[in-house]
DNA sequence: ATTCACTTTGGAAACGATACCAACATGAGA
DNA sequence: TCTCATGTTGGTATCGTTTCCAAAGTGAAT
């Protein structure tokens, strides 16, 4: 029998050469070489020279493994998201990524498909890894575990769009959801409607959270009535609140959608009980969705600057690295009108 | 002066505990806790025991960041692509990185910005990282700088739809483009249609040269004609485009868009040259866009499972991790007719 | 009782870099 | 000429694991 593994060295015949050698090479000791390619002020020219020859001439380039090990700073930060196919998390992530990129660090992203176990799992398995800060845009803010993971990490944290009790304070970026649902409602209010619906994501969400306290705050203030359906960031979600809201002695005229998975459903639901927008039912969305401008009749939506959020939120993280103390930066909603908002049709 | 930087140990008094106190604790030989924690067969039960009550006792988790120094292995893959927030790569990367999470691979993840110099950074950066393999979505197939540095970095790759002559052989997931432009194409021909635009992506990348190497192909076999606007994954390039087409002596009386970037500028064009849909130009746009079935009319479409090619990029690449021979798989495209398309307008 | 195979454990050398410390050289000031 | 501060270099311990090797213990077979 041969033996199928050789099982020595990991790498036995590599093409990656280590400082070891481009030190023999130059003549010099493994220090010295590190000095040179380190930026270190002490180093004479003809040492300098000698180093950098035997650098390009072995191609060498240093292991980050090895230099994160003995730095005890990997340059990396983890990104924990639901979903990074939904398009307002993966503009977040762009905004983040290249944030971080141009400050060295690279970004690991996982999915939690919206199961905070996951959540938790996925942080500590950061820990494990020994990222230097996390971005998280976690599935649920009352999961014990997730909490304790972000805890026992002691791991520097940017909250994107949550709100958490945690030991530590940490950094967050906030989308001010409440500026632009008021001025949808007060819109929606002036062409007439007194029964609005807000089919809403996750309870225990911020954005959620936000969205429902605001109208509801600004339904009173205004003396109209309002309902809201939390559920989950899905079609499906979507498809049953409307369905619920129509089989209502008192329908909406108004829906607002909170957010482009919910809407896919709620425009189904529509379609299939035949309402026209805006006469019959008007609809307001959160969150830009690509084509919506094509879309007959035009969405009004509200809007938020999503790859904005993600450079803040990498910033705030750059920032709580460099040793500051934690802070919270918002980010504006803005409610931009357009087709699928209608007068409130004539009261049965 | 005091100093601000203490500059010893990189973590002062961090919570976490290494394997050698966890050893102390036990009373045991460190490797004997590695051997423990590994799954080691001649380990005996009062020792495993000891150990495990130590290792739970103080929480302790191990440093993957040592272990990969270590074994050679970070368990991590590189994902380099243009761009995240484009959805098919978004979707892309999630059936990635779920199956590479199963695997028990973390992801990293970088945006090139459709810049071919950052393909080749990113890819030095992730091979000095010690990646174990690399999920490539390159900006561009000749760019010499990417090449090389492939072949220098001696990784496990997988290409995701792009096709590019490295010394090593690598895996590929590649769509079927053809599939899908032929029906669509056949279809517009028996609508009538006799001069089809495709408003295409960069030339230098698998997926427009697939899609106008078969567009070309079949309109010969049919007799039609067809003519190919090339350029970037952008909206001004669509929008330029139509501009141009609608301004030739015969303009195509059918468009087929190659992507959902593209496709916006698309829209735009033929909305500012009060083109109706399907009436005066029919209207086939590639891969799936989120409300393509609420457009008026619904948008007819060249779909392939995105999750899918993510899902089976990973597995291509935990494969050849696995040291099977590189192979190449695909992945069908489909055409789904849809109002977009009608009747070629009488010719004028 | 001796040998041998085998299991179980500890010790120490790696993985590839950094940073401390000490040693040496250099030049200025006394 | 002797200090002393400063600049430059090499040697070595260290980051936190794994794994090889050897030593010790066990039991069976001779």
């Known amino acids: 029998m041969t033996p199928l593994k050789p099982a020595s060295a990991p790498r036995p015949s590599d093409s990656r050469s280590s400082m070891q050698e481009v030190a023999k090479r130059a003549g010099v000791a ?29 191609g060498y380039e240093p292991d980050l493994l090895a230099q994160s090990l003995r730095r005890g700073a990997t340059m990396t930060v983890g990104f924990v998201v639901a979903n990074i196919s939904n398009p307002l998390l993966s503009e977040i992530a762009l905004g983040a990524e290249t944030c971080l990129q141009a400050a060295g660090y690279s970004m690991l992203v996982t999915n939690s498909m919206s199961e905070p176990e996951l959540d938790a799992e996925h942080i500590r398995l950061f820990a494990r890894r020994r990222v230097d800060g996390l971005l998280l845009s976690i599935s649920s803010e009352n999961w014990q575990a997730t909490i304790d993971a972000i805890n026992k990490s002691a791991l520097p944290v940017v909250l ?20 632009g649902i008021a001025d949808a409602v007060h819109h929606l209010a002036s062409l007439g409607h007194q029964r609005i619906a807000l089919v809403n994501g996750p309870a225990d969400l911020r954005p959620a959270r936000d969205r429902a306290a605001t109208l509801r705050r600004v339904s009173r203030q205004l003396g109209i009535t309002c309902i809201v359906r939390s559920g989950a960031f899905t079609a499906e979600h979507g498809e049953r609140a409307v369905e619920f809201l129509l089989a209502q002695p008192d329908p909406p005229t108004a829906i607002v959608v909170g957010s482009n998975q919910i809407l896919v459903g709620v425009l189904r639901a529509l379609r299939h009980a035949a309402r026209r927008i805006p006469e019959d039912i008007s609809l307001v969305t959160c969150d830009e969705v690509p084509l919506a401008e094509f879309l007959v009749p035009p969405l009004a939506t509200i809007e938020r600057d999503h790859f904005e959020m993600g450079t803040i939120a990498a910033q705030l993280l750059l920032e709580l690295l460099s040793g500051t103390k934690p802070r919270t930066k918002k980010v504006p909603t803005t409610y931009l009108p357009a087709g699928s908002v209608g007068p409130a049709p004539a009261s049965t």
């Open 30 to 58: 493994p220090s010295s070489v590190s000095r040179v390619l380190s930026g270190h002020p002490n180093v004479s020219e003809v040492l300098r020279n000698r180093v950098n020859d035997a650098v390009s001439a072995m």
């Open 160 to 179: 994107v769009d949550r709100e958490l009790k945690v030991n530590q304070p940490v950094s967050a970026v906030l989308a001010e959801h409440g500026i």
